[in-house]
Nanobody, 126 residues
Framework: QVQLAESGGGLVQAGGSLRLSCAASGLAFSRSFMGWFRQAPGKEREFVGTITWSSGSTYYSDSVKGRFTISRDNAKNTVYLQMTSLKPEDTAVYYC???????????????????WGQGTQVTVSS
């Protein structure tokens, strides 16, 4: 059974930092794209970034580029989202997702991911 478990969310002041973790089990983690998405109240789920399985290349949305960094540890089956210079508009539930097994390129659409975590709340106060 595939499980993705996010952790590390919380309340932080604007300008602060948080690191989210997503521990995966039951899947071929080392061959999976690992993506991060977020959903704010009343808004659609949006792409934050992703990391490839093959080279560890990363791709980000324009809204977080330069502030957020995704990394992965295949030995621990864990992907991380380091968030810095947080803004109130970053407030959302953050989800990790797995998919694109063995594929190449970048996966930016939620429809391309097969498995999802339950989400973790990030709240940035002004």
């Amino acid at each position: 059974q595939v499980q993705l478990a996010e952790s590390g969310g919380g309340l932080v002041q604007a300008g602060g930092s948080l690191r989210l973790s997503c521990a995966a089990s039951g899947l071929a983690f080392s061959r999976s794209f690992m993506g991060w998405f977020r959903q704010a109240p009343g808004k659609e789920r949006e792409f934050v970034g992703t990391i490839t399985w093959s080279s560890g290349s990363t791709y980000y949305s324009d809204s977080v580029k330069g502030r957020f960094t995704i990394s992965r540890d295949n030995a621990k089956n864990t992907v991380y989202l380091q968030m810095t210079s947080l803004k109130p508009e970053d407030t959302a539930v953050y989800y990790c997702a797995a998919g694109g097994f063995g594929r190449y390129g970048s996966l930016r659409s939620s429809a391309e991911y097969d498995y999802w975590g339950q989400g973790t709340q990030v709240t940035v106060s002004s």
